[in-house]
């Protein structure tokens, strides 16, 4: 087994495809219990937008909505009723929703914030937001997708810079760039994009990182 610094290399982590030594892994371990909840959200939100993407969802559900089944919700601004098509993500707060209504020449589609009533934002301006409008729903969902990989990729990006700070300041001069670069790779997994043969398209966060330096709103 390998050694460094005198300490075996040994410990695995997710992501990471080499070993940590026992102190690099309890550096990692004292920055991931700081990020691990971003971590997860990343992860779910990920999931969500592959199960939509890859599972050909919105197709199915736009054939689907022809039965008049669907729920119906109202927006004031312009007023117009839509019905929900499709959940795309599940957030905290409410919900992303592909929405359609009837404007006579055909079909037109929404891409729909939904949050729920008792939620700050839907007090002050209401709980019903249309995020973007048009008539090809999978078209509609893709953009929409892709916007989003971009935040997660940003957000994720942002809470490595987090971790790094953490790492920097208790490694007591030692080497710290196979923890920075194993806390990097796992949120690089956590949103990477697959791709339908399987193959993951992935932007490496480290780099993003390093290039922008700054830090961003955890919005969505």
């Not at 909840?37 to 689907?64: I, P, R, Y």
């Not at 919700?73 to 009837?102: F, H, M, Y």
Request: with cysteine; hydrophobic share 35%.
């Amino acid at each position: 087994m390998l050694k460094r610094s005198g300490e075996l290399c040994q410990y695995c982590v997710p992501g990471f495809a080499g070993r940590l030594t026992e102190s690099e892994h309890n550096l990692y371990l004292e920055a991931l219990s700081v990020v691990k909840k971003q971590l997860l959200e990343l992860s779910d939100f990920s999931h969500q937008l592959h199960k939509v993407s890859e599972g050909h969802e919105v197709g199915k559900a736009v054939s689907a909505s022809r039965n008049g089944d669907e729920p119906i919700l109202t927006t004031q601004k312009p007023l117009a009723s839509w019905k929900v098509v499709n959940r795309i993500l599940k957030l905290e707060l409410g919900s992303i929703l592909l929405c359609s209504r009837d404007k006579g020449d055909g079909q037109d589609y929404a891409i729909i914030r939904r949050f729920r009533p008792q939620s700050l934002y839907a007090k002050a301006n209401g709980a019903i937001v249309v995020l973007a409008q048009g008539n090809d729903p999978t078209l509609l969902v893709q953009d929409y997708i892709e916007r989003v990989r971009h935040t997660l990729r940003f957000m994720a990006s942002d809470t490595v810079a987090r971790a790094q700070e953490i790492i920097w300041k208790n490694s007591n001069g030692r080497g710290v760039s196979r923890v920075v670069r194993a806390i990097s790779d796992q949120f690089n997994e956590a949103v990477v994009e697959k791709i339908g043969t399987g193959q993951n398209r992935s932007v490496s966060i480290l780099t993003e990182n390093q290039r922008n330096g700054v830090r961003f709103m955890r919005r969505m």
